[in-house]
């Protein structure tokens, strides 16, 4: 969320907070309008306090002389019925001012991050830039298959039994494939925990509306989340949510930070709004598992530990020798509460394009605002600290890529050599 009191602050010299968050809705491609809105509303909401307290001081300065006249054996009664009528112009006032907040906040919630000064201004996702690229691209002798083709082949994945049991974007993972989705989660979370240093975390998978208020899902992509009826619970879009919320309503010490934590969970979204996007396979499915990786940091540190959460992201990808790019996105392709992402992209062959395998984002201040996750330093007041979070990895998107990469004319699949040990030393998934 941004801070409401640094929208209204003019600085002196130079462009004000307002200016520089206005050329960022604008950067994003999204309206400006909304900022004299939230201003007039808290300009408003302002006057009511002043009026409330104006009243309120008339209410207390007649309340004294009536104490004086009773002592004296005067008559109040005119004066008492003008406190009466002073008591219930505070009321209004200050219930007035209290809708006008609660319309603040409203308003405050639906306005995006403003971008890092280092992210590039750009309209759609052809202005993200290429950082980097490793390894390369695989291409075959012969005409290279999908992993839903490779999987159906192998009788390891089952579309059509699961659009039976439960609907459109689901599968049944079966035997390798199965044994590969698990041994992938167990990869990534040793690799995280023992070499990267982050705490292991298995969160609630079930969430109330607080918690995805505080990362940024609530209210704009409410319709996006899988909500259990007659309750406030809803299943989760990802790990971020629950781990983010960990420290909701918290302080930290100073001293603490940084705080970094993996977390192995199922992923639940509705997908509203890709009708007819990769309809086949397991791209964008349901149900998903991810392993995620999650970092509170000193607002100092946010720059480098974006860079240190990435590198770790693509780790996995180094150690289990798939090809990848990382592309820092522009501003229009950047999600609603980042200030500055970095997309890692896998190649896949039988798709003979680049596709999102994880996304590492620095949030900044954005969601310990809105979940209010402060820390101290020793003798200091309590400050906003920074969020970050990024997969690590999508684990369907990886079992994707291993398919489409380690695949062999013969339509058997080879094992990566760092994911062997987790199969039982197994080297290939055959028929």
Same mark, same amino acid.
């Given at each position: ?20 968050? +206005? ?42 002389? @009536?104490?004086?006249?009773? +002592? ?22 200050? #219930?007035?001012?209290?809708? @006008? ?55 390891? @994945? ?26 992938? @989660? ?37 319709? *996006? ?41 199922? /992923? ?31 607002? *100092? ?15 996995? #990808? ?24 970095? *997309? ?15 996304? /590492? ?48 004319? *013969? ?21």
């Amino acid at each position: 969320m941004i801070d409401i009191k640094l929208l209204e602050k003019k600085s002196e010299g130079g462009n004000s907070y307002f200016d520089d968050y +206005r050329q960022g809705l604008s950067n994003r491609g999204a309206s400006t309008a909304v900022l004299e809105q939230i201003i007039d509303l808290n300009k408003k909401r302002k006057e009511m306090i002043t009026q409330a307290e104006s009243e309120k001081a008339k209410q207390n300065k007649l309340s004294g002389e @009536i104490g004086k006249i009773k +002592r004296e054996g005067g008559d109040t009664s005119l004066l008492m019925a003008e406190v009466e009528k002073l008591k219930g112009t505070v009321k209004e006032l200050e #219930l007035k001012a209290a809708e @006008i907040d609660l319309q603040v906040l409203n308003v405050a919630l639906t306005m995006p991050n403003k971008p890092h000064a280092s992210v590039p201004v750009g309209s759609s996702e052809k202005d993200n830039k290429q950082v980097k690229v490793v390894g390369e691209a695989k291409k075959f002798s012969y005409k290279a298959k999908e992993h839903w083709e490779l999987g159906e082949a192998l009788d390891i @994945i089952d579309f059509e039994r699961a659009g039976k049991t439960t609907g459109t974007r689901f599968a049944f993972l079966k035997g390798a494939a199965a044994q590969m989705e698990r041994a992938l @989660i167990q990869f990534m979370m040793d690799l995280h925990s023992q070499k990267h240093g982050y705490m292991e975390m298995i969160p609630p998978f079930i969430v109330n509306s607080n918690s995805l208020l505080g990362t940024g899902q609530f209210p704009k992509f409410k319709e *996006d989340v899988f909500h259990l009826e007659n309750t406030d619970y809803y299943l989760i879009p990802t790990a971020e949510v629950p781990v983010t919320n960990y420290y909701n309503n918290e302080i930290l010490n100073e001293s603490d930070l940084p705080k970094s934590f993996c977390a192995y969970s199922p /992923c639940f979204r509705s997908e509203a709004g890709s009708a007819g996007r990769d309809t086949k396979g397991l791209i964008r499915q349901h149900q998903f598992d991810k392993v995620e990786l999650m970092t509170f940091c000193h607002p *100092d540190k946010s720059q480098e530990a974006h860079e240190a959460l990435t590198s770790h992201a693509e780790q996995v #990808l180094l150690d289990l020798e798939l090809p990848f790019r990382r592309m820092l996105l522009c501003t229009a392709d950047m999600g609603f509460g980042s200030a500055k992402t970095y *997309d890692l992209e896998v190649w896949l062959p039988g798709q003979n394009s680049y596709r999102e395998i994880s996304s /590492c984002s620095n949030f900044e201040d954005f969601q310990a605002r809105r979940a209010n996750i402060r820390f101290r330093s020793a003798g200091g007041k309590p400050q906003f600290l920074h969020t970050l979070n990024g997969s690590g990895l999508a684990v369907g998107r990886t079992l994707i890529a291993i398919f489409e990469n380690y695949q062999q004319e *013969d339509g058997s699949i080879a094992i990566p050599k760092a994911l062997q040990p987790y199969m039982g030393g197994r080297k290939e998934i055959r028929k």
